[in-house]
């Protein structure tokens, strides 16, 4: 996969041979052992396979030689290993590490793109909650805000996508129990996070038609037809907007825009 090319330069001609058991292993965990010893033990290990020894190899590295340039090569390595295993707890400590040791490094944007990556696949279904789906969105927009030029930044920007609108939906969930309760100002609070937040998300025309609800069942009829009216606006063909309509025209009201509500503001900020 393209995104893994670049561990291909940190594979040095290996010097020596892969150990040939668990005496080796012992032997090589000596504070004594060079670095370079270390490093290509642990390419050789990789090369055979064996990718847990190999993780170790690294780590004990890292630990012995903290800060050279073998513990950096070391890291990529281990992020890496332990991404490949399905090891994302591990994947993200390595991935952290050399991202605060080494912020301006090429490498780093790997790293974060490893570390949003092992967060995005950790993220929970839609009733749960959704801490680790933010931590997702917070490694790829580092890495999009940081390295846009990087070959990962494409990925991490659909990943960002799907990342967004798992968040959106969760508002969703926790603002249609609000609205079911007869908590307008709580739902408000959440579907606003959707309008100003996650505009781009499948789930702002819904957001749209329940602020036009919550404020509707409020009586605060001015941001109800504000919010149905930009529904109109920009999606006058969604259901939502036939259903908003629908609603105000109950009551005696059309949509019309306030362009001095916050809903009408968000829109135009984008």
Known sequence: MKYFLRLAVLAA??????????????????????????????????????????????????????????????????AYLNFSRGKYTET???????????????????????????????????????????????????????????????????????VQDQLAGKEMQVGRYYLEKRNYIAGINRFKTVVVDYQTTRHVEEALFRLTEAYYALGVVNEAQTAAAVLGHNYPDSQWYKDAYTLLNKGGYEPSEDSGSWISRAFKSI
């Open 13 to 78: 001609p290996l010097f020596l041979a892969a150990c040939g058991g668990k005496e080796d292993l012992d032997d090589l965990a000596l504070n004594d052992t060079p670095p370079e010893v270390l490093f290509n033990e642990g390419l050789a290990l990789r090369a055979q396979g064996k990718l847990g020894d190999s993780a170790k190899k690294f780590e004990e590295l890292d630990k012995l030689y903290p800060y050279s340039e073998y513990s950096k090569k070391s890291l990529v390595n281990l």
């Open 92 to 162: 993200i400590t390595a991935a952290k590490r050399f991202v605060t040791l080494y912020p301006g490094d090429e490498d780093s944007a790997y790293m974060l793109y490893l570390a949003g990556q092992s967060y995005f696949r950790q993220m929970p279904d839609i009733t749960r909650d959704q801490a680790v789906t933010r931590k997702a969105a917070g490694a790829f927009n580092e890495l999009i805000q940081r390295f846009p030029d990087s070959e990962y930044v494409p990925d991490a920007e659909q990943k960002l996508r799907i």
